[in-house]
Nanobody, 118 residues
Framework: QVQLVESGGGLVQAGGSLRLSCAAS????????MGWYRQAPGKERELVAK???????NYADAVKGRFTLSRDNAKNTVYLQMNSLKPEDTAVYYC????????????WGSGTLVTVSS
């Protein structure tokens, strides 16, 4: 089993910043991609950003230049620094990881709410 524990969500005014963290633990042999998805009310879950185990990143167009994803492989942790937040960034943010245990599986955190007020 793998657990993804998220932290850092909350309420912020437009233009402000938040930092999300996600730590993976459990029977982990290797982690491939880690990243964040988000789901706003009435919308489908969408990719925000992901990072490979070699540090290659992929960002959604809506967050490029504002969000930065980093990774600490020694701690099995990813960090999403979110700057210049906009009301349209309001969503539940979910951590995701592709983890090799006895097989390669897709794991999700329980989500953390980010609310950006105008």
């Amino acid at each position: 089993q793998v657990q993804l524990v998220e932290s850092g969500g909350g309420l912020v005014q437009a233009g402000g910043s938040l930092r999300l963290s996600c730590a993976a633990s459990g029977s982990i042999r290797e982690i491939n991609d880690m990243g964040w998805y988000r789901q706003a009310p009435g919308k489908e879950r969408e990719l925000v950003a992901k990072i490979s185990n070699t540090g290659n990143t992929n960002y959604a167009d809506a967050v490029k230049g504002r969000f930065t994803l980093s990774r600490d492989n020694a701690k099995n942790t990813v960090y999403l620094q979110m700057n210049s937040l906009k009301p349209e960034d309001t969503a539940v943010y979910y951590c995701h990881a592709e983890v090799l245990t006895n097989y390669v599986g897709s794991w999700w955190g329980s989500g953390t709410l980010v609310t950006v007020s105008s």
